[in-house]
Protein backbone atom coordinates (compact mmCIF):
# COMPACT_ATOMS: atom_id res chain seq x y z
CA UNK A 1 0.00 0.00 0.00
CA UNK A 2 1.09 3.48 -0.68
CA UNK A 3 0.91 6.31 1.97
CA UNK A 4 -1.76 7.92 -0.28
CA UNK A 5 -3.88 4.44 0.34
CA UNK A 6 -3.41 5.53 4.45
CA UNK A 7 -0.82 3.07 5.01
CA UNK A 8 1.82 5.36 7.37
CA UNK A 9 4.04 2.18 6.60
CA UNK A 10 4.48 2.50 3.37
CA UNK A 11 7.11 5.38 3.78
CA UNK A 12 9.11 2.47 5.52
CA UNK A 13 12.56 2.90 3.74
CA UNK A 14 14.96 -0.11 4.55
CA UNK A 15 17.73 1.66 2.91
CA UNK A 16 17.81 4.90 5.52
CA UNK A 17 16.75 2.99 8.52
CA UNK A 18 20.45 1.50 9.33
CA UNK A 19 21.39 4.04 12.25
CA UNK A 20 24.21 5.70 10.78
CA UNK A 21 22.09 6.37 7.16
CA UNK A 22 19.19 7.70 9.40
CA UNK A 23 21.48 9.42 11.08
CA UNK A 24 23.76 11.43 8.23
CA UNK A 25 20.20 12.20 7.19
CA UNK A 26 19.10 13.67 10.22
CA UNK A 27 22.35 15.65 9.80
CA UNK A 28 21.83 16.83 6.42
CA UNK A 29 18.28 17.66 6.29
CA UNK A 30 19.10 20.07 9.42
CA UNK A 31 21.65 21.64 7.63
CA UNK A 32 20.87 21.79 3.96
CA UNK A 33 24.55 20.94 3.09
CA UNK A 34 27.80 19.59 5.54
CA UNK A 35 30.84 18.80 4.63
CA UNK A 36 32.19 15.82 4.53
CA UNK A 37 34.60 16.20 7.33
CA UNK A 38 31.89 17.49 9.57
CA UNK A 39 29.52 14.81 9.38
CA UNK A 40 32.23 12.29 9.89
CA UNK A 41 33.08 14.45 13.15
CA UNK A 42 29.80 14.96 13.90
CA UNK A 43 28.38 11.42 13.58
CA UNK A 44 32.02 9.91 15.01
CA UNK A 45 32.21 7.59 12.19
CA UNK A 46 36.08 6.61 10.02
CA UNK A 47 36.38 8.33 6.80
CA UNK A 48 35.56 4.72 5.39
CA UNK A 49 32.25 3.75 7.37
CA UNK A 50 31.06 7.12 6.26
CA UNK A 51 32.16 6.77 2.97
CA UNK A 52 30.37 3.64 2.29
CA UNK A 53 27.10 4.36 4.17
CA UNK A 54 26.98 7.88 1.64
CA UNK A 55 27.89 5.46 -1.24
CA UNK A 56 24.60 3.31 -0.27
CA UNK A 57 22.96 7.13 -0.11
CA UNK A 58 23.50 8.18 -2.92
CA UNK A 59 23.42 4.74 -5.18
CA UNK A 60 19.99 4.63 -4.50
CA UNK A 61 19.39 8.36 -5.28
CA UNK A 62 19.21 9.98 -1.52
CA UNK A 63 22.35 12.28 -1.11
CA UNK A 64 24.42 14.14 -3.79
CA UNK A 65 27.97 15.07 -3.66
CA UNK A 66 30.17 18.43 -4.69
CA UNK A 67 33.46 18.85 -4.55
CA UNK A 68 35.08 21.85 -4.18
CA UNK A 69 38.79 23.30 -3.57
CA UNK A 70 38.88 24.72 -0.14
CA UNK A 71 41.92 26.07 1.61
CA UNK A 72 43.98 24.91 -1.36
CA UNK A 73 42.32 21.02 -0.44
CA UNK A 74 39.49 19.50 -2.24
CA UNK A 75 36.37 19.50 -0.24
CA UNK A 76 33.97 17.02 -0.53
CA UNK A 77 29.76 18.56 0.73
CA UNK A 78 26.77 16.44 0.82
CA UNK A 79 22.87 17.37 0.78
CA UNK A 80 20.08 15.29 0.51
CA UNK A 81 18.43 15.06 -3.05
CA UNK A 82 15.08 16.07 -2.97
CA UNK A 83 14.30 12.43 -3.70
CA UNK A 84 16.05 11.68 -0.66
CA UNK A 85 14.38 14.50 1.53
CA UNK A 86 11.23 12.79 0.37
CA UNK A 87 12.26 9.34 1.57
CA UNK A 88 13.71 10.66 5.02
CA UNK A 89 10.43 12.26 5.74
CA UNK A 90 8.34 9.17 4.27
CA UNK A 91 10.38 6.93 6.91
CA UNK A 92 10.06 9.47 10.01
CA UNK A 93 6.35 9.20 9.22
CA UNK A 94 6.68 5.28 9.40
CA UNK A 95 8.60 5.90 12.65
CA UNK A 96 6.27 8.04 14.01
CA UNK A 97 3.28 5.25 13.14
CA UNK A 98 5.45 2.20 14.98
CA UNK A 99 5.87 4.04 18.29
CA UNK A 100 2.53 6.49 18.49
CA UNK A 101 -0.67 4.88 19.75
CA UNK A 102 -3.32 4.60 16.67
CA UNK A 103 -5.81 6.84 17.31
CA UNK A 104 -9.29 5.70 18.61
CA UNK A 105 -11.99 5.24 16.71
CA UNK A 106 -14.78 7.42 16.48
Known sequence: MSTEDGDPMAGFDTTIHAPHRLRVCALLEGAGE???G???KQLDLSASALSKHVTVLMDAGYVE???AVRDTRQRVWLRLTKQGRAAYQGHLAALRA???PPEPAP
Open 38 to 40: LVQ
Open 34 to 36: AEF
Open 65 to 67: QRK
Open 98 to 100: IVE
